[in-house]
T-cell receptor
Framework: AQTVTQSQPEMSVQEAETVTLSCTYDTSESNYYLFWYKQPPSRQMILVIRQEAYKQQNATENRFSVNFQKAAKSFSLKISDSQLGDTAMYFC?????????????FGAGTILRVKS | EAQVTQNPRYLITVTGKKLTVTCSQNMNHEYMSWYRQDPGLGLRQIYY???????DKGDVPEGYKVSRKEKRNFPLILESPSPNQTSLYFC?????????????FGPGTRLLVL
């Protein structure tokens, strides 16, 4: 079974600082997809960033970037210039492909608190 | 506005009383899915649908039913709810059923079964 591990249950960071959230996964597949979703107190699930495993270049979206290490099966999220609105639960998720129902397998989440 | 909607948003019920949580998307998305979120477990897939009349089980399908008679709707049915189905439920959809498509989530339905 595919598993996703987020080893940091909670983290905090000062406003304007940089923080990195960790994620590791276990798979024997060579082609797959990785995602980070943000869940603010409203409970809405919001896509932060997406990475395709066959692409070596790390994905970036404004202040959000990933460090994708395929051999190490690691997919960390870096948030630069942290803002109060970044306070949320962050979920790392793994997806194989259509033949597996496009199922997202989620980690347990990391609560991030941005302090002023 | 492009969105996935769920109703109701909050529901308290009693054991054994059948209920339906509706999910609708206005984006002409092909793929739809249901997840449940429990503390410490993240989200887990219940059922998914690749297209109209095509549904299949996810990781935790026991106690749930779904149907996909129209492209836009994907209701989740609990025939005889039990307290262990108390959870936060999310419906999600993606444009196509191809591999790796980004799934967009509804606002969630919080269910309490007494």
């Amino acid at each position: 079974a595919q598993t996703v591990t987020q080893s940091q249950p909670e983290m905090s960071v000062q406003e304007a600082e940089t923080v990195t959230l960790s994620c590791t996964y276990d798979t024997s597949e060579s082609n797959y997809y990785l995602f980070w979703y943000k869940q603010p107190p409203s409970r809405q699930m919001i896509l932060v960033i997406r990475q395709e495993a066959y692409k070596q270049q790390n994905a970036t979206e404004n202040r959000f970037s990933v460090n994708f290490q395929k051999a190490a099966k690691s997919f960390s999220l870096k948030i630069s210039d942290s803002q109060l609105g970044d306070t949320a639960m962050y979920f790392c998720a793994f997806m194989r492909g259509r033949e597996y129902g496009n199922k997202l397998v989620f980690g347990a989440g990391t609560i991030l608190r941005v302090k002023s | 506005e492009a969105q996935v909607t769920q109703n109701p948003r909050y529901l308290i019920t009693v054991t054994g009383k059948k209920l339906t949580v509706t999910c609708s998307q206005n984006m002409n998305h092909e793929y739809m899915s249901w997840y449940r979120q429990d503390p410490g477990l993240g989200l887990r897939q219940i059922y998914y649908s690749m297209n109209v009349e095509v549904t299949d089980k996810g990781d935790v399908p026991e106690g749930y039913k779904v149907s996909r008679k129209e492209k836009r709707n994907f209701p989740l049915i609990l025939e005889s709810p039990s307290p262990n189905q108390t959870s936060l439920y999310f419906c999600a959809s993606s444009l196509a059923s191809g591999s790796g498509e980004t799934q967009y989530f509804g606002p969630g339905t919080r269910l309490l079964v007494l």
